[in-house]
């Protein structure tokens, strides 16, 4: 195996590597916003009309959006027909 070939085989693998660690990092972050929204109530504590959106590489507020983060009180409920 030559020189060029052991070195692009090296790359090919930090690639996949860093892929699967890209997707691990992406799913973990979905399993805490998934935690999140399932035991907190989150308002918003600004009107639509008061956020200054700011154009970058993506649209987002510029000041950043405020939230009221709440414990969701769980019910007894009784769930028919599941």
Same mark, same amino acid.
């Given at each position: 195996?030559?020189?060029?070939?052991?070195?692009?085989? @090296?790359? &090919?693998? !930090?690639? %996949?590597?860093?892929?699967?660690?890209?997707? +691990?990092? @992406?799913? &973990?972050? !979905?399993? %805490?916003?998934?935690?999140?929204?399932?035991? +907190?109530? @989150?308002?918003?504590?600004?009107?639509?009309?008061?956020?200054?959106?700011?154009?970058?590489?993506?649209?987002?507020?510029?000041?950043?959006?405020?939230?009221?983060?709440?414990?969701?009180?769980?019910?007894?409920?009784?769930?028919?027909?599941?």
């Amino acid at each position: 195996m030559n020189k060029a070939k052991a070195t692009n085989m @090296l790359t &090919e693998n !930090k690639f %996949v590597v860093s892929v699967k660690g890209q997707k +691990f990092a @992406l799913m &973990e972050v !979905k399993v %805490v916003l998934a935690h999140i929204f399932r035991h +907190f109530d @989150l308002t918003a504590v600004d009107k639509k009309e008061d956020i200054v959106l700011c154009v970058d590489l993506i649209l987002r507020p510029q000041d950043g959006l405020r939230i009221k983060i709440r414990p969701r009180t769980f019910t007894e409920t009784k769930h028919e027909n599941f």
